[in-house]
């Protein structure tokens, strides 16, 4: 039963590969706390990759876009630490609080966000040199957007998350 959920998350992740890198994804909760948890949580890891994908294709960009970055991290740190320590507490979960396991977990789970990752930056791609340069170039206002609250973007999820799970 466990495995399923880790088979969701990293489908889920997969999906979110899928749609646009400034577009907008559905913000309606499954109500499964792990559905939504990953759907958050990959959201957070999203911000991350672009920045990541802009500076490999754009070294100009890399400076600029870091301290955008760290800016995001800072102006939304408690919700994106309280995200984190759902995530852990999820794979821990999965694990069976088996050290061994946790670490095969946490294994399955970054290999799932590195196929995100790359599926991201072909989306970013998909529509040419020039819009994705223009992506990376306006990055960091994109992070200043409300879309990036994503405590209150995503609100019917964080509720479903902060509940907990259903054991």
């Known amino acids: 039963m466990k495995h399923r959920y880790l088979v ?3 489908f889920l992740i997969l999906t ?3 749609t ?9 909760s499954t109500g499964n706390y ?3 948890l990953g759907q958050v949580y990959g959201a957070i890891k999203a911000v991350k990759a672009m920045e990541e994908i802009c500076g490999n294709a754009y ?3 890399i ?13 939304y740190k408690p919700f994106l630490q309280e995200m984190e320590r759902h995530f852990t507490a999820y794979a821990w979960r999965e694990a069976g609080g088996d050290t061994q396991r946790h670490m095969e977990v946490l294994r399955k789970l970054d290999d799932g966000f590195k196929g995100y990752k790359k599926g991201l930056e072909a989306e970013m791609r ?5 819009a994705f340069r223009n992506k990376c170039q306006i990055y960091p206002i ?3 957007t409300d879309r990036l609250n994503l405590e209150h973007f995503y609100a019917e999820q964080v509720s479903t998350i902060r509940k907990g799970p259903k054991e």
């Open 63 to 75: 400076k600029k876009n870091e301290v955008a970055y760290q800016e995001w991290r800072a102006k």
């Open 142 to 144: 994109y992070l200043m």
């Open 8 to 10: 969701n998350i990293a």
């Open 59 to 61: 070294p100009e960009y």
């Open 126 to 130: 998909s529509e040419g040199e020039e």
């Open 16 to 18: 979110l590969a899928t």
């Open 20 to 28: 646009s890198a400034f577009g907008e994804q559905s913000t309606g």
């Open 34 to 36: 792990e559905m939504d």
